[in-house]
Nanobody, 124 residues
């Protein structure tokens, strides 16, 4: 059974850091492109970052560049999203997703499997 499970969310002060994890079961993460998305209350789900299955290349939405880093641990079958310099506007539910394209993108339609999400709240 294909399953993605996110963890690592929580409450953090502005300027703080969190590392989100996306653990996969039932398939190998490195055979799929993996994306991180987020959805704030009342807003559409938006792409954050992704890592390609073909060569491990990464992509970030402009507002996350320099603050967020996506990495993949093949041995643990887990993808991470390191988030630094967090801002209140980063508050959202964060989701990871897996798709079959060798080159990743940040369109929701590119992804077939989704986790249940983990909540991130940035507040003082």
């Amino acid at each position: 059974q294909v399953q993605l499970v996110e963890s690592g969310g929580g409450l953090v002060q502005p300027g703080g850091s969190l590392r989100l994890s996306c653990a996969a079961s039932g398939f190998r993460l490195d055979h799929h492109s993996i994306g991180w998305f987020r959805q704030a209350p009342g807003k559409e789900r938006e792409g954050v970052s992704c890592i390609s299955s073909s060569d491990g290349s990464t992509y970030y939405t402009d507002s996350m560049k320099g603050r967020f880093t996506i990495t993949r641990d093949t041995a643990k079958n887990t993808v991470y999203l390191q988030m630094n310099s967090l801002k209140p506007e980063d508050t959202a539910d964060y989701y990871c997703a897996a798709g079959g394209w060798s080159r990743c993108g940040l369109l929701r339609s590119e992804y077939d499997y989704w986790g249940q999400g983990t909540q991130v709240t940035v507040s003082s």
